[in-house]
């Protein structure tokens, strides 16, 4: 029978990604009332001494491929090695970060491991001893429930929801063989993005601006405020079509999904797909000059103004803060 909760931790340049803990948490939670164990699978080159990292925050048993051909990611090795070793010790519950890695690697396992699945998911529970995920709907306007009928129940966790909660485990480590044939991917070149620039993805701020900045130079406010918060600088998909900002700054149904712990939006109406990709912000400021706005119906705090006054005297504020 299907038994325990695992989780896919995710790595990236000899670190485990912020995402891997906050699975493990959630797994934890879920094992705890279950009264199982949580398992997770680490695939990558040179990656086994981040193995115990993840027993802080209560993994019972890590299962790691250490294999040169896992390095850089690619998804037919990475889901090939998650597949087989899932299918080894069948775990009930399988969690993935709906990060771009995990929502890239859970198309191909959930077809490898024939199973359904859950994506985006801002809510896990227990509920007659099955997986119950959670999702936002229709761009955010609902939440539905989700139950699988199948083996192992698989759920993408949004990045940045769940609370990460250290649970020291005693953390085994199990070397596992990825079973990988001739690698049918070969990636040429990795284009890495400019160095320490924080991707809003992954950000715990985010100054986001939209077409009320008026033009890619409007956003020099933005970029000061955003380097004295430590916060990534986002876009309306207005000011990415623009050319004013890179599109992977773009924040929405059809940019990035976000949830961080402050959101402040610049001159950003509040389309129903910006809202799609960062109302659940823990803490929403909007500043637009139009009251009827109707990113102020999302807002926790609002300044009717024009961005221009008030995005300066904010940095002001924050700099004698700071100072
Ligand atoms: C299929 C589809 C997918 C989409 N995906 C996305 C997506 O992923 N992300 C996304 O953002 N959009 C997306 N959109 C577009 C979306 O519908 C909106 O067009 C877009 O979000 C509007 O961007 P905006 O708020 O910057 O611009 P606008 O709606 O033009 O709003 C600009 C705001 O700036 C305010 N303003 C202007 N000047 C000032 C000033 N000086 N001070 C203060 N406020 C000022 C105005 O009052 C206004 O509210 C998508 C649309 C479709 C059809």
Redesign the pocket.
Known sequence: MAKGVWIVAEQRDGALRKVSFELASAARKLADQLGEEVGAVLCGSGVEAMAAELAKYGVDKVYVADNAALEPYTTDAHATAVAKIVKENDPAILFLGASAQGKDLSASLVGKLATGMATDCTDVKIADGKLCAIRPMYAGKCFGEIVIDAFPQMASLRPNVFPIVECAKAGAVVKFDAGLGEAKTKVAEVLKEAAGKIDVAEANVIVS????M?GPEGYAILEELAGLLGAAVG?????VDAGWRPQAD??????KVVSPNLYIA?????????L??MSSSKYIVA????AE?P?FARADYGIV????K?VPALTQEVKKLLA
């Open positions: 601006g939209g077409r009320g008026k876009a309306s998909r207005a000011a773009q924040v929405g149904q059809t940019g610049c001159g950003i109406s509040g389309a129903i797909q910006h799609a990709g500043i637009n000059k139009d706005a990113i103004d024009d961005l221009f008030v």
